[in-house]
């Protein structure tokens, strides 16, 4: 079904042909939702979650409290 939407894997793909991205893993997603975090991990992408209530989760490549954050993590996105 048209139009899709994370965390659907098509709507990823879509994504990616409207940029052309020929590499999911060359590109990095900021989300708070673990199902689209899940699915970005499927496509081998570089993932930060913003997660505001739930105790550290393992499967991210980063995770932080809030937004504001990201900018302190960045010389570490640069070792992923």
């Known amino acids: 079904v048209d139009p899709y ?3 659907m894997p098509r709507a990823f ?3 990616f042909e409207i940029l052309s991205i020929e590499d ?3 590109v990095l ?3 708070d939702s673990a199902a689209n975090i ?3 991990k499927s496509f ?6 913003i997660n505001h209530h739930d105790p550290m989760n393992t499967t991210n490549d980063i995770e932080i409290a809030k937004i504001e954050d990201f900018v302190g993590i960045m010389t570490e ?3 992923i």
């Open 77 to 79: 996105l640069l070792e």
């Open 38 to 40: 899940q699915t970005a």
């Open 13 to 15: 793909e879509k994504a």
């Open 5 to 7: 939407c994370k965390p």
């Open 29 to 31: 997603l900021l989300d």
């Open 44 to 49: 081998g992408m570089h993932t930060v979650r």
């Open 24 to 26: 999911p893993r060359t």
